[in-house]
């Protein structure tokens, strides 16, 4: 591979649209809807630490990893992996591990897209007053009519779709470039005024002890596989998507500082969410272990209760969309990119193809909210089985394969020139990839299914 090398899709203008776009590729729904919403069912404070644990220990590794294999494959993952595999000269079947992140993101996208499209009918309630004096009874009922109609369901996952696919079709480097650039500091200044909100309901600190204060005794094997999948799910690894992403990444730009400037923009808005989201819940007697709809069911009760709350409420769900865009065109990126590969598409008629498959299978999870709600397999409706199986098994089964390939199938001396680290930082990176991360994960996996 020269230095010359560039991908045929593009490059990032600088490290900067860069860093923008993978961390607006991590920072989405992950973060304020299901991050609070997991923490809530799991019992709180050991969670959130085994989460920090894995983010650190397993996903920094391995996001250098992936952006680290990504620019030097320069391709879609599937024809990277082959690139890299042939570098190496190791067995092709590597690549099958781009196959499986390209089924990962379609399964994914078409619940975070129904997900979206409940933070998009809620940009509309905002709007209109809908949550104006709302007690926690009523904004309930206002979650579960939505929840209950499929029609507005597949409206809303529609429109969000369209949305996905009109950016990706304007290729990686276009508007949400740009968007990103205000859009992510603008929900952070709304996150820091929720938690300002939160301050004033009496419950501020029970909703600190609730995250930060470690109860071992709440938390299983379920829990920490949880844990660990949603430190994959959260940072957009074992997918493909950061690797798609460092395949547009020009050459000499430190790829370990720009992973832990990410993961940690990630982790503080995570953070924010839940310190925003529990006191609210304790004040309002509500559950933390609601479920799916937490966010839907508390923060409009701050909205309709603070002064300006329709304007502040409004732009809320505005950003929170703008949040799942940036995620969502990452995780149909790697497939798009494959099939102007190796299908000799143009962008226009890939985005075409893969959302309408995306779109299908996502009116079967809205569906799975109400008319096919009683559908299930392993106990568990089409949009639970969806999620169990991608954040919990795909993408730390994604992620353990990546770690094995750079970490012992990659020659020494490209991952070093790919890195450009002082020997010190890589021997630990090394380490951690070699040993840390794959042990972790297979000794979880390994723990579910009651092995040990
Ligand atoms: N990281 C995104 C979030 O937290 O909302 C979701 C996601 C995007 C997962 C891209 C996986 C992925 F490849």
Known sequence: MTDTTKSIHGEWSSRFAFILAATGSAVGLGNIW????????????????????????????????????????????????????????????????????????????????????????????AFFGGFSGGDAEEIKSLFDGLVASPVQLVFWHSVFMLATMMIVRRGVSGGLEK???????????????????????????????FMFEADFSEIDANAILTAMGHAFFTLSLGMGAIMVYGSYLPRHISIAKTAIYIAGADTIVALLAGIAIFPIVFANGLEPGAGPGLIFQTLPIAFGNMSGGWLFGFLFFVLLVFAA?????????????WLVENKGMDRHSACIWSGLVTWLLGVAVAFSFNIWSDITLFDKSIFDLLDYLTANLMLP???????LFAGWMMKRQHTLQELEMPEQQYGVWKFLICYIAPAAVFLVFLHVVGII
Not at 397 to 403: K, S
């Open 325 to 337: 865009l940036s995620s969502s065109i990452s995780l149909i990126e790697p497939a798009v990119a």
């Open 179 to 209: 968007a990103v650039r205000f859009l992510m500091p603008a929900l952070f200044v709304i996150l820091l005024l929720l938690v300002g909100y939160a301050m004033t309901t009496g419950f501020y600190q029970q909703g600190l002890d």
């Open 34 to 125: 299901k991050f609070p919403y997991i923490t809530g069912e799991n019992g709180g404070g050991a969670f959130v630490l085994v989460y920090l644990l894995c983010v650190l220990a397993i996903g920094i590794p391995i996001m250098i990893a992936e952006i680290m294999m990504g620019r030097r494959g320069r391709q879609s993952p599937i024809n990277t992996m082959t690139t890299l595999a042939e570098e190496a000269q190791v067995d092709s079947r590597w690549h099958y591990l781009g196959w499986m992140g390209v089924a990962a993101g379609f399964l994914i996208l078409s619940y975070y897209s129904v997900v979206a499209g409940w933070a998009l009918s809620y940009v509309v309630k």
């Open 397 to 403: 089964l994604g992620g353990l394969c990546i770690a």
